[in-house]
């Protein structure tokens, strides 16, 4: 069965820069449309970057420029590198595979607290 | 950008009964629509995708349906497991976005 792990969440100043990695088992990252989703404390739902299968990338207009979505092959695994982070980057982020563009498979989620 | 609204924002209905709650699209998004489950703590699960087609191991007494501008999700009979918050998403533009969520409660 299909499994997610993210990880590398934490309390980060802002203007900081962070990565997030979300390990996964049971199917190949690279070979799937893999996105991250997230979600501010108390809010709904936002979706953020995806990779496609291709290697090509789309960003939220509220990310681009910012973060950058990667893939490592070798530890199939996902990655998002967030920089310049801000207050309103605080959430809740989920990776989650891609089946038609619906997300068919969700990690638990890693916290993302920008704040000094 | 498409534009998903959910009504009501919140739902009270007592275990049983019929819940029904609603999407709307500012666009059509076609059948390019998938229904989430949220429970607190916890990360979405997905219900439906296409619009009307279940997702793997989850039961029948959710259905989903609708065209155009405008989709359903139905729960048949509630269930206590069922008590949480469902999410709408299109897939058929870019950027894919979420509605606000509705919150089915216990009456």
């Known amino acids: 069965e299909a499994q997610l792990v993210e990880s590398g969440g934490g309390l980060i100043q802002p203007g900081g820069s962070l990565r997030l990695s979300c390990a996964a088992s049971?199917?190949?990252?690279?070979?799937?449309?893999m996105s991250w989703v997230r979600q501010a404390p108390g809010k709904g739902l936002e979706w953020v970057s995806v990779?496609?299968?291709?290697?090509?990338?789309r960003y939220a207009d509220s990310v681009k420029g910012r973060f950058t979505i990667s893939r490592d092959i070798s530890m199939n695994t996902l990655y998002l590198q967030m920089d310049s982070l801000r207050a309103e980057d605080t959430a809740v982020y989920y990776c989650?595979?891609?089946?038609?563009?619906?997300?068919?498979?969700w990690g638990q989620g890693t916290l993302v607290t920008v704040s000094s | 950008e498409i534009v998903m609204t959910q009504s009501p924002v919140t739902l009270s209905v007592s275990p049983g009964e019929r819940a029904t709650l609603s999407c709307r699209a500012s666009?059509?998004?076609?059948?390019?629509l998938a229904w989430y489950q949220q429970k607190p703590g916890q990360a979405p699960r997905l219900l439906i995708s296409?619009?009307?087609t279940r997702a793997t191991g989850i039961p029948a007494r959710f259905s989903g349906s609708g065209s155009g501008t405008d989709f359903t999700l139905t729960i048949s009979s509630l269930q206590s497991e069922d008590f949480a918050v469902y999410y709408c998403?299109?897939?058929?533009?870019?950027?894919?976005?979420f509605g606000q969520g509705t919150k089915v409660e216990i009456k």
């Open positions: 989650a595979r891609v089946a038609a563009g619906d997300l068919d498979y």
């Open positions: 049971g199917f190949t990252v690279s070979s799937n449309y």
């Open positions: 990779i496609y299968s291709s290697g090509s990338t």
């Open positions: 666009q059509s998004p076609s059948s390019n």
């Open positions: 296409g619009a009307s």
């Open positions: 998403q299109q897939y058929n533009n870019w950027p894919w976005t």
